[in-house]
Structures are given as structure tokens and as C-alpha cells.
Nanobody, 129 residues
């Protein structure tokens, strides 16, 4: 099992930037993909971005492409989500997740919440207009 703790959320104005961090512990080498999801009030949890542990290939939801950047530091067992040009519609609780399934093809990545095995408790991001 992988334990995950998010940090870095907060209240910002539209157009500002935030960087979220996700510190992993436990069987971190079992995590083949790390992902960020978000959930706004009354909405389903949605995929934001993911990174493949081996090779660092990244994947993004269309809604954040060009504004958000996911990165990882395997030595520190930490994954980051740099969020720029924030919009009010980015307001949500942001969750970090780990997928322990290995996919041989780098063209496939897990984007469904059900595909992830371990979850953090989330960090609130609020963007005011």
C-alpha cells in the first residue's frame, strides 16, 4: 500500500498560480502511475493529470492542458502539480492517487478514479473571480 499526503492548496485570485505537492510513503516503488484528480461540490471526481513512474511520461485532461504541469521526484517520493492561470472553475478538492497496475504500453494511462489503488485525503483549492 502507498500512503499519500497532499499539501499546497489555498485561496487565490483568478490568474494566480499554486503548486500542489503529494508526498508518498510505504511501498512507493509499487506505484506505476501517479495521478491528480479533483472534485468540486456536487460533481464527480475528475481526472486532472497523471505521470508514469518509469520514463516520466505525462498525461493531462483537456481542461488543464497548457496551464497545469505534473512532475515527479522519485528520490523524494513526491509528485507535484504546478497550476498556472487558475480559473474559478478550477475550484475543487484536489486528490493525489497511486495506481499499482503495470501497463506495458506507455500509450495507455489510467484516467478513471476506479483504476487507482491508493488515495490521499485531498487539499482544497479555491479560485476567486
Amino acid at each position: 500500500q502507498v500512503q499519500l499526503v497532499e499539501s499546497g492548496g489555498g485561496l487565490v485570485q483568478a490568474g494566480a498560480s499554486l503548486r500542489l505537492s503529494c508526498a508518498a510513503s510505504g511501498r512507493t516503488t509499487d506505484a506505476n502511475h501517479m495521478g491528480w484528480f479533483r472534485q468540486a461540490p456536487g460533481k464527480e471526481r475528475e481526472f486532472v493529470a497523471a505521470i508514469r513512474r518509469n520514463g516520466g511520461i505525462t498525461y493531462y485532461a483537456d481542461s488543464v492542458k497548457g496551464r497545469f504541469t505534473i512532475s515527479g521526484d522519485n528520490a523524494k517520493n513526491t509528485v507535484y502539480l504546478q497550476m498556472n492561470s487558475l480559473k474559478p472553475e478550477d475550484t475543487a478538492i484536489y486528490y493525489c492517487a497511486a495506481d499499482r497496475t503495470y501497463y506495458s504500453s506507455s500509450s495507455y494511462y489510467p484516467r478513471g478514479a476506479y483504476e487507482y489503488d491508493d488515495w490521499g485525503r485531498g487539499t482544497q483549492v479555491t479560485v476567486s473571480s
